[in-house]
């Protein structure tokens, strides 16, 4: 059946007057509501109001305007029942045979932290799902159906087809009702996650109403970027699934400007080198980290981002076979010819010159990713068997006038700006995390023990099988020192100061052992475990 009446009525209106327009020069009539028919009918179209359609005025300050049996009917007589198409001649009733809605902005309102329970009850749509609803309930069969539109990114598609064929193929109408019903479910979801978190005690209608962090019941909804070859492992399967609702800033924003299809590894470790990278501030030091199975493996500071790579390769070249190369600054030509002499899986920066394409361009199977920098406030999700753990994300900034220093030697100017480098890359590495770090790069990294103690040799070993120097190196430790044997093996490799959260009952025996082998010692109150 070809599409002969379509009733626009949507909150967000981009393309939508050209999309009327295509549909008027294709001979469908337009039914509209409220602001969608005021800009149809300000562009010169012929439009007619749903309230003028139906024989009743918009009602209750908009709130009842298309829940109307000519509406409903329109849209939800089947095409393939004689008595149904009967029953709509009875009772002059036109077929709608296209719906173009989408839905009051509920998250968008919600996202100010001054909106009331009144402002986000307002901000419910009633009628715009049970059109959606509707129309994809009725999708029809081969015989015809409605076609249901909830994204302005499938105008194009949708009119070049009628252009062609006058009418939406069932296909292509099963395919619209897949992605409008979780258009509704998104929907509901968010305000059953909003509505849920609120205080029921605490309610004061005139203001914003007291909220718990996490909801009674919990909704999740991600829209699916691409199939994966296979997970961490070949015989698993796998598919990366990007937050619709997020900041630019992390992974998920990701471009991919060159190479091989992403895998579930590399995005996972990109993931790590991205959010490790971004702790330095772009606008004052140039980063550059390397990442491997998840664990930094070199990171460093430089004047240019060649040399922030050069120092970083430098603290472990065998770990960062293979790994990740991460940026916080425009990857220019000398150091696109840099990294080029490493085999690495993937280079992640906010951009490049077109030189440094150029260069990396002869590495075919590298994935080159372009990332907006931006720091990213989320709520982290990890899955267990049966369940799902809830945290908020590990942002915790500190500051100098935070450390306490609770040894006889404070810290030297370089010593501290050391330890804050070091506590930076700390939190990024997996626990527990011992970094040996001199002149704002890494030397030594361990990572993963079930020891603290074991961390520290391993840093120290790796720090050794590089060549590098470690006396007067400084070190960050991401949890408080058990026992004073950890501290005892950073003093033996030359370490001169250490920053550690504390908090541990032998607090003072680790102190004194610092005293002992003249290690300044701050504690930051706080710790980074990072699973």
Known sequence: MKVTQALLSV???????????????????????????KAIRDAGLPVTDVGDYTGFPEMLDGRVKTLHPKVHGGILARRDLPEHLATLEAHQIPRI?????????????????ECTLQDAIENIDIGGPAMVRSAAKNHGSEAGGVG?????????????ELQAAGELSYKTR?????????????????????????????????TAPVR???????????????????????????????DPTAQPGGIGAYSQLQGKELSYNNIADSDAAWECVKAFDAGSSVACVIVKHANPCGVALGATPEEAYRKAFSTDPTSAFGGIIAFNAIVDEATANAISGQFMEVCIAPGYTPEALALLAAKKNVRVLSCPLGKISQTDYKRVAGGLLVQTYDDAVLAVSDLKVVTKRAPSD????????????????????????KDSMTVGVGAGQMSRVDSARIAKIKAENAGLSIPGCVVASDAFFPFRDGLDVLAQAGATAVI??????????????ADEQNIAMVLTGFRHFRH
């Open 11 to 37: 909150s967000d209106k981009q393309g939508v007057v050209d999309f009327a327009r295509q549909l008027a020069d294709l001979g469908v009539k337009l039914l509209s509501t409220g602001g969608t028919a």
């Open 97 to 113: 045979d296209l719906v173009v809605v989408n839905l009051y902005p509920f998250e968008a309102t919600v996202a100010n932290p």
């Open 148 to 160: 249901i539109v909830t994204d302005p990114a499938d105008y194009a598609d949708i009119i070049a």
């Open 174 to 206: 099963f395919e619209l009702a897949r992605k409008a019903y979780t258009h509704t479910a998104r929907y509901d979801s968010a305000i059953a996650n909003w509505l849920t978190a609120v205080d029921a005690e605490q309610l004061a209608p005139a």
């Open 212 to 242: 718990a962090a996490y909801p009674a019941k919990l909704q999740l909804a991600f829209d699916k970027v691409q199939d994966l070859r296979y997970g961490e492992n070949p015989h698993q399967s796998a598919a990366f699934y990007r």
């Open 414 to 437: 370089k010593e501290l700006a050391d330890l804050l480098f070091a506590w930076r890359v700390a939190k990024y590495v997996k626990s527990n995390a011992i970094v040996y770090c």
């Open 500 to 513: 550690q959260p504390g908090g541990s009952m032998r607090d003072a025996e680790v102190i004194a052992a």
